[in-house]
């Protein structure tokens, strides 16, 4: 049993993992279907695998409701939203517009959905004003050269600096395009680097935490 | 003074961004390299290319890629081009086909004949690299449900490797970069990216490399397009905005700098 | 009430778009019911949202469609998303590792030689480029620094890649030279941070144009004023609530 519960796993993922980095150098035909056929079947099983996360919520907030938990009348609101939603969408066979008429499911995204998410980002902006009088400040040497290269771009990239402060435009061009980029790419080729470690530790069973569900026994 | 209640600020920036809108005062748009660069490219595409626009992003970044994606496709359609549009996110499709609908409504273009939005499929990278293998096999159907083999505006479209120019509009992850590692690496087309102003700085390596070959930088690079598309639109029309809130947060910064300062000799005096 | 000129369903959904806009704006005042309450439905509504599409582009178009059509070929995938939804029985939770272990290995895998092909060699290579060209004069070193491209940037770009990915060496010492990289490192770091806040501020600014260009459009007649009226008695809404809290609890609330 124990062969099913963790060999099994490890040596598909072995399997599955050096054939696939090795189709990358393999020209052949078959080796094209074969990358067709399973990146195909990848769309399939990931659309189970949101079914997880959308049940998890599901869990968290009927276990609120259940043990009437302080808020817990908010989670109802949650529930109901969401089979309102599930309901018209359905009802709309899915779709937002039928012969170029919005339809039920439609206007809950136009007019719920989309200002609701976009709001809810927008308001960051608040935040991070507040946050910037607050805690900006020249304490170091390093710290002033961030002030000085925000200040900079903020007013580089906006109509009225480049009118009031010609210079901030190709200052802030050559932070973005030298500096910047001098940076950005020091930290993507680490983080590539330690994604391939990753990736490799994976297929070769080092590294087993994607495994999860039940126990070895 | 730096003990202030946050809600003044709140406010300062609310006023900031309220009076533009309502009162613009209309500064030119200078327009950058990066962004010049994707406009020439589909400048210089001929009629009846095909030109893929990926819809990377949600609601939630509507006010920057929105005006983006807006721009691309009156160029794109101005030039007539067939138009291939998707989108990665979920929760961005209702949004790409809304866009799709308004400016081919606008610009007299036939779905199905002159462009076609294949929706949302899940993957991501899988998804690219099924799109690069085999279109139809991707997307059976379009997002209105018609059967995409055998659709006009896909004739002589196979896989990724027949689209001449591909522009992601990105908000995160899954974007620019992803189409870079599991589509361009392999499919050898060539490739725009248009993002929100978070990401931005961290593509810029990208564009160096030429990897992709222009970026369209969150809603001052939407602007600078409609600038050259010369056609203004929401994004021209909040940099005044956008103007205002940026001096807003440099004089907070400095006035928090000053006070920081003076507060710092006054206990250095009575120490 | 002025004549309406647009159609119901878009006159009712300012009054919805606004309401919910103005009910998590309310935040910014202080953490109150309106915001829950806006916060929920954002959730609700999103969950609900994905279901509708997951269903029909991948239960209907990928599968049900696609079987119709005589393709039996996606039974595969889906007895695999089976083996995922095992994870919610105790009993056989196990059968799920069999499923995560098809789908990280052939991520794993095709993510190796692509992320070295794309992010690290490709950088690579755009780092090490010749510092001199061949002109008419003979070598030049290209001194124009609004030329990317240029020698002299070049240089500069080589200096900061390999002092920042000096600076996230910890195997030995920043002592003595390494110091001074390290430190060049940590000066390249500030200024591309700085960068990163200017354009973070200029992306969030730009969604609150948006929401507020939003509003204002909400606020004239052809709406029925429903930016204004729903300010109006989210303000009213939110001194009473005060109040009562005020009264019940005899402080101010927190902020």
């Known amino acids: 049993m124990i062969f099913f519960k963790r060999q099994l796993p490890l040596a598909i993922t072995f399997v599955m993992g050096a054939a696939f980095a090795f189709q990358y150098y393999v020209p052949h035909p078959a080796s094209e279907e074969a990358i067709t056929h399973v990146a195909d079947w990848m769309k399939i099983i990931t659309g189970f695998a949101l079914i997880l996360g959308i049940a998890s919520l599901f869990h968290v907030h009927a276990v609120k409701v259940k043990r009437q938990v302080p808020g817990w009348g908010y989670s109802f609101v949650l529930y109901a939203a969401m089979l309102v939603t599930i309901v018209v969408g359905f009802l709309s066979k899915g779709e937002t517009k039928i012969d170029g008429t919005q339809t039920g499911f439609g206007w809950l995204y136009d007019y719920t959905m989309v200002p609701l998410q976009g709001t809810m980002f927008s308001i960051l902006a608040f935040f991070i004003a507040s946050a910037a009088y607050r805690a900006f400040r020249a304490r170091s040497r390093e710290a002033s050269v961030l002030l000085a290269a925000a200040v900079v771009v903020m007013m580089g990239r906006v109509p009225l600096g480049q009118f009031l402060v010609p210079w901030t435009w190709d200052v802030t061009q050559w932070l973005l395009n030298v500096l910047n980029s001098a940076v950005r790419r020091a930290i993507l080729i680490g983080v590539s680097m330690g994604a391939v470690a990753l990736s490799l530790k994976i297929i070769l069973g080092i590294e087993r935490s994607y495994l999860g569900g039940g126990r070895d026994q | ?143 209105s449900k018609n059967p995409t083999r055998g659709m006009p505006v896909l004739v ?59 970026l369209i930088g969150g809603l001052q690079g939407a602007a600078e397009y409609e600038t050259l598309i010369r056609q203004k639109g929401t994004a021209t029309a909040g940099m005044d905005a956008q103007s205002a809130t940026h001096f807003v947060i440099i004089i907070l910064v400095l006035l928090c700098n000053v006070f920081y300062f003076l507060l710092r000799d006054q206990k250095g005096r009575s120490a | 009430m002025p004549e309406q000129l647009i159609p119901t369903g878009t006159f009712l959904g300012a009054w919805v778009a606004a309401g919910l806009t103005l009910f998590i704006y309310s935040f910014l005042y202080t953490d109150n019911p309106l915001f829950k309450l806006g916060e929920h439905l954002y959730v609700g509504v999103s969950v609900g949202y994905s279901v509708v599409v997951v269903w029909y582009t991948v239960f209907i178009r990928l599968v049900g469609e696609e079987i119709k059509k005589g393709n039996f070929e996606p039974i595969i995938p889906v007895f695999i998303g089976l083996l995922i939804l095992t994870r919610f029985i105790p009993k056989i939770a196990w059968l799920s590792r069999i499923a995560f272990a098809f789908v990280v290995g052939f991520g794993s895998g095709v993510a190796i030689p692509r992320t070295v092909s794309a992010l690290i060699l490709k950088q690579i290579e755009d780092t090490v480029n010749p510092l001199f060209t061949l002109g008419e004069g003979g070598l030049s070193l290209g001194w124009d620094l609004a030329l990317p491209q240029s020698g002299v940037n070049t240089v500069i770009l080589l200096v900061g890649v390999v002092s920042v990915l000096f600076y996230f060496f910890y195997s030995i010492e920043h002592a003595g030279p390494a110091k001074v990289a390290a430190r060049t490192g940590i000066y390249f770091l500030m200024i591309a941070f700085g960068a990163a806040f200017g354009y973070t501020v200029m992306s969030r600014m730009s969604l609150l144009i948006g929401r507020f260009a939003d509003l204002i459009m909400f606020s004239g007649a052809e709406y029925g004023y429903a930016t204004l009226v729903l300010l109006g008695v989210i303000i009213v809404t939110l001194a009473l609530w005060e109040i009562a809290i005020r009264r019940r609890e005899g402080h101010s609330p927190p902020e």
């Open chain 2, 156 to 214: 002589g479209v196979r896989t990724l490797r027949d689209v001449n120019y591909l522009v992601s509009l990105a908000a995160g992850g899954a974007g620019i970069e992803m189409w870079y590692v599991f589509g361009k690496d392999k499919y050898r087309f060539e490739m725009g990216g248009g993002s929100t102003g978070v990401i931005a700085p961290g593509l810029y390596p990208f564009l160096r490399s030429g990897q992709i070959n222009g």
């Open chain 2, 1 to 143: 003074m730096i003990g202030i209640d946050r809600r003044i600020i709140f406010l300062l920036i609310g006023f900031a961004t309220l009076l533009p809108l309502l009162k613009p005062f209309g500064l030119p748009i200078k327009v950058s390299p990066e962004v010049r660069a994707v406009y020439e490219y589909i400048e210089a595409l001929p009629e009846r290319s095909v030109f893929l626009l990926s819809f990377d992003f949600d609601p939630s970044s509507k006010p920057e890629l929105e005006p983006q994606a807006t721009a691309l496709l009156r160029h794109a359609f101005r030039k007539n081009l067939r138009v291939i549009g998707m989108t990665h996110w979920l929760t961005g499709t209702g949004l790409a086909d809304g866009v799709f609908s308004k400016v081919a409504a606008e610009m007299g273009k036939e779905r199905g004949k002159d462009y076609v939005f294949l929706g949302w499929a899940p993957g991501t990278g899988a998804l690219i690299i099924s799109m690069g293998q085999d279109l139809y096999k991707a997307f059976p159907s379009d997002y």
